[in-house]
């Protein structure tokens, strides 16, 4: 129980501090108090998770099984870019909160957003992964309508709502059906009794011994999480909302669920659902040729700069399930390990890597957007961004930055996540038997429609960037967004440059993550229902 | 530490071209220039530092220090091709390390020189700018330490020299010569790039560790293909004569001269050009096992000086006839490198350095001539300008009388050097029992030790005097190509006087365009004149074949084991009586203002007026290359509008059609958004239920 709390530690100082919020919020305090508050509380959350290794000595995560949480590398990796994407937006709306009278409130909710991702990060348990993907959404209902307030706004906030606990609805049942095989809510029991009841040996299950149930499961899963990715066709919120509230609620939506999905993607699927790997990868596969493709395409057509960038950011998810397709065939067959692509991570590593390549170039452009907002008056159009170069010289550069990682040209990291989701497409070998010594076709074809599909990105984006450098003004922007806002963009360009100059901390940091720390010590309960069975 | 101390040479340039880029406009405006003579001169103190501490054995006792600063990119060999690892590495050794205290010598003084120069110029801060921008690319690209870095630096210094031809770019010509430069380079450039994929594809990597200083590798592919090494070579060769502006892509450099005349001074006579000269040596051992290569790089190096101090007799324009001079110039030293003798390599860089000095010499003194006739250039506008800018005057004698080759003066002992290098090579036999038996060059002692087993004149591992060039032996071809040198030294000192006496001597003229203020130059300008022509003076006696001290040191890098050779009395007479024979029948010509040079080129008008066209060279590659790619590319763009175009914006309208198609399901509806979503879930439960095995 108290490792518990330790290893939640940093979710709970920000719990406290959006109390803290919440309370001080009903007493008459100044607006500006709540912006630094909140920078404090996750500064002091950011101490708590890098004081972390001190604070558990002594006693291994993971080493017991029924933790409920676990620190492994992709929880440490995830709980840092949660920070960092916490901070960024939360400096990025001190210029607006500032003349806004629910400004505690405001902060409050990013707060528990906040540490609704960090439990996600490292839960490692059904319920308490479901509970922090829901202090996810819940707050995000309420900072949708906050953001403007008008009919647009609340129609946002509505669709967003409904949507949103449908898809909440969806994943619970797959999780019940998870349960309800296994007997248990903990992701390693699940794991252990999945191996033992279907027999893993050396790493090969039958497919036809695997369990219908299981399969129900997996897709609910896919699709209550998918849902959170904006995969295609789980995507319809995306555009709507993002059109319909402002840039910073816009910039939240296109990557804190992305990640929490993403990271319980890996956690109950590729890690957990031992045997259905066959499965997974083929609607992994399915649902990346169809979001990337339908992202992009669709994003050719958009004029509205959120709606232009909530299609790009369904097409990131598309990459972003190459390399999750990719890790379902790499754990597949253990004897048959991928070619690693030129040394690059591949499959699961791949995806984390251009998860956060795509977090920070997202958060830099969305930043960009809130310097030019004015209350009232959000950058719409994409023209609203012409000649930009000649007014904001450095916004300009910082955005094109953005925009060049987001194509993937080099030497920016989207274009390092790019060649190593790509690349390890093209280094699976052999078919579902990996038996055949060839390149697997259908991840031929994955990489070639992947390639293709940042060509199609390419055009949107240098769109944006031609009209901000090639075209003179059309008017004078008068930014508002003020010295936060501008150094989040600043912090943003320099991440991203020196993180394609020098991506091997990351990548060293990357190296583990695709496998499961715990292994082969669970105990099954004798209440499960499938080894009841057997 | 000498890293840091090498890191910094290039690092202050850099420095301050970034800090110019970002606050000249604004900040600096007429100072910009103290940041380019600061980061300029601390480079070169760095440089001086690193070279004396080659000389000592106890700082850096293996001679050479490769290290690496930044290393982009490591991917590993995977199947059948090579590793590739993408870093920025520094290489220093006595041959870069003597580069380098030229090049920032020289850069720092072109800098003091152009503040007061360039001084009014709308574009001064851009223009220190971008010189500083060339100093730390030219830098980047001498301490190299890979293939990849050198072609990016090469690229780089081409970059820096198009923006600062046209740096008066309302200027159409200005404009016009940048494009030219630029594009005639990109020739050389192709072959360059296809020579380092060739050495990637051989030996698997791009690093000099591995390649040219790795002598077993070498050896190994030399065993199993010795053409390859060879079409390396002229590949890499190719990308010299772009650079260097070797014929037949030597047409860009006169155009260059649209450029400020400081940049002129610095890119295109001292520095930049030589980096052909440099690359080539730097590959020595590669070159070694290419002996055809070699004799090309002789044949096309001694063609060019012979054609370009020909064009260079009837120009009128002092700057165009320094430039010609340059060509001719390089084309000596590639003369001397492809002799593949230490003699040769080790004359070709002395003449590298005393040419750098004695040129951009020369060609400050042009400017400060141009400064002072309010831009007026043609010799034929002015004259007997010698008592009006002394300094000037007494600096351009010293640098004409070195170009010419003079005894004691610089230019006369390198020059000396490479054509006692090319008679040699004529005459192997006769040298053969001579002490300068010269083995492999190497890093590695042990590889030294095996190649001296075979004992051959020259540093090539092959030998040389069985091959042959269009059926003629390569002795036979360094017999003509020695008294065409020779030839080439008379015309050179012609050429140099000629430009002398029509500018310093006879009646005193100015043109209009002076107006009343003809007077020497500011001492910013003179005092950079009057270091160099101390250096053009004397350098050669102070480390020449006197002292031997360029040809010891030089020696750390090429490890030929005996560099002193006996002096070749015949070569040190004949350009002697070449060098006073071209200045005495320039006196005769051109001393006083006469109709001499006239009826001579009326007696001889055909090749008057093929010297003064420049051999028709811009109207051929016009005729036979500018026309023919004008029409292929109006048949081209025909092609690409009807053919390309057509089939391309066809693709590229399918996504935006699939689009339309689509985007009618993105009502605005979210009961139908959700039925979407529980649809899409049935439908891919539907596929693994019902039909598994999918």
Known sequence: MLETFKILLPACVLIVGALVCFMGGTMKTSKLVWGPFSLLSLAVAAIALCAMPQILSGSLPGSNVDHVVILDPLARIAQFLTLIIGTLFAGMAFRQQAEDDAAPEFYGLLLTMISGLLIVSAANDLILLFMGLELISIPAYILIYLGKRDTRCQEAAAKYFLLSVLSAAVLLYGLSFLYGMTGSTNLTTIRSVLQQTYGVTNGVTQAASVSKLGIVALVLIFAGLGFKLAAVPFHFYAPDVYQGTNAWNAGLLSIIPKVAGLIALIRIVSHTMVGYEGFGQTVALILALVTMTAGNVLALLQTNVRRMLAYSGVAHAGYMLVGIAVGFWDSWNPSFRLDPFYGLPVGIQASVFYLIAYSIASAGFFAVLVFLARPGKEVEHIEDLTGLWKSQPWLAIAAAIFLFSMAGIPPLPGFWGKLALFGGALSVRGDLSGAIPYPNPSFVALAIVGMVNAAIGGVYYLRIIALMFLHDPLSTPQPRGGRPAMAAVTLCAIVTVVFGLQSRPVLVMLRDIDQPTSVEFATVPATSPLTAAK | ?694
């Open chain 2, 1 to 694: 530490m000498p890293e840091f101390l090498v890191t910094l040479i290039p690092l202050c340039p850099l420095l301050a071209c970034l800090a110019i880029a970002v606050l000249g406009p604004t900040v600096l405006k007429e100072k910009s220039h103290w940041l380019t003579i600061l980061g300029n001169g601390a480079a070169f103190v760095c440089a001086l530092l690193a070279l004396i501490g080659l000389t000592s054995t106890s700082l850096i006792p293996q001679g050479h220090r490769t290290f690496e600063l930044y290393k982009w990119m490591s991917l590993p060999a995977s199947g059948d091709t090579g590793a590739l690892d993408i870093a920025i590495t520094l290489h220093l050794d006595s041959m870069s390390a003597i580069m380098l205290t030229m090049l920032t010598f020289v850069a720092t003084l072109v800098a003091i020189y152009a503040s007061s120069y360039m001084h009014g110029d709308p574009g001064y801060p851009r223009f220190f700018a971008c010189v500083s921008l060339f100093t730390f690319s030219m830098i980047m690209l001498v301490l190299s330490g890979n293939f990849l870095q050198l072609f990016m630096f090469w690229e780089a210094v081409g970059l820096c020299s198009y923006l600062l031809i046209g740096f008066w770019y309302e200027k159409p010509s200005a404009s016009a010569a940048g494009m030219k430069a630029f594009l005639v380079n990109r020739v050389g450039d192709f072959g360059f790039a296809i020579g380092i994929f060739l050495i990637w594809t051989t030996f698997g990597s791009i690093n000099y560790a591995d390649t040219i200083f790795n002598p077993d590798a070498l050896a190994k592919v030399a065993a199993e293909n010795p053409g390859l090494l060879e079409t390396i070579c002229l590949c890499l060769f190719t990308g010299a004569v772009g650079k260097s502006a070797q014929f037949p892509l030597h047409v860009w450099l006169p155009d260059a001269m649209e450029g400020p005349t400081p940049v002129s001074a610095l890119i295109h006579a001292a520095t930049m050009v030589t980096a052909g000269v440099y690359m080539v040596a730097r590959c020595t051992n590669l070159y070694m096992y290419a002996p055809h290569a070699q004799l090309v790089v002789s044949v096309i190096g001694g063609l060019t000086a012979l054609i370009a101090a020909l064009i260079g007799l009837t120009q009128t324009d002092l700057k165009r006839v320094l430039a010609y001079s340059t060509v001719s110039q390089l084309g000596y030293m590639f003369l001397g490198l492809g002799t593949g003798t230490f003699l040769g390599i080790g004359g070709a860089m002395f003449h590298l350095v005393t040419h750098a000095f004695f040129k951009a010499l020369l060609f400050l003194g042009a400017g400060s001539v141009m400064h002072a006739m309010g831009g007026v250039i043609d010799m034929r506008h002015f004259g007997g300008l010698r008592k009006l800018m002394p300094k000037t005057y007494a600096t351009f004698l010293i640098g004409s009388l070195a170009l010419a080759g003079l005894f004691p003066l610089s230019g006369f002992w390198s020059k000396d050097t490479i054509l006692a290098s090319v008679r040699m090579a004529a005459h192997p036999e006769a040298h053969a029992t001579d002490s300068h038996v010269v083995a492999a060059a190497s890093h590695d002692t042990h590889a030294t030790q095996a190649a001296r087993v075979e004992v051959h004149p020259t540093l090539s591992a092959v030998d040389k005097t069985q091959v042959t060039l269009f059926g003629i032996r390569a002795t036979a071809w360094y017999e003509i190509l020695f008294w065409a040198g020779s030839f080439t030294a008379f015309l050179t000192a012609f050429y140099s006087f000629r430009a002398v006496f029509m500018t310093f001597h006879g009646e005193e003229r100015i043109p209009p365009e002076a107006g009343h203020h003809a007077h020497e130059s500011p001492s910013a300008m003179t005092t950079p004149l009057i270091i160099l022509a101390v250096g053009a003076a004397f350098l050669g006696l102070a480390l020449g074949h006197m002292t031997s001290i360029f040809d010891d040191f030089l020696n750390k890098t090429l490890h030929a084991p005996e560099v002193h050779h006996a002096a070749d009395w015949l070569v040190i007479g004949l350009s002697t009586a070449a060098a006073i024979g071209g200045i005495g029948l320039a006196w005769v010509m051109y001393a006083e203002r006469s109709g001499v040079p006239a009826s001579i080129a009326q007696s001889v008008k055909p090749l008057y007026r093929l010297s003064l066209n420049k051999f028709y060279f811009d109207e051929l590659y016009y005729v036979f290359l500018v026309v023919p790619v004008m029409c292929l590319a109006q048949f081209s763009r025909f092609f690409d509008w009807i053919g390309i175009d057509g089939f391309v914006g066809f693709v590229s309208r399918v996504p935006g059609a699939v689009a339309k198609l689509a985007r009618p399901i993105q009502n605005g509806l979210v009961q139908f958004y959700a039925l979407s979503m529980m649809l899409a879930t049935a439908m891919l439960l539907w596929a693994l239920l019902v039909r598994p095995g999918w």
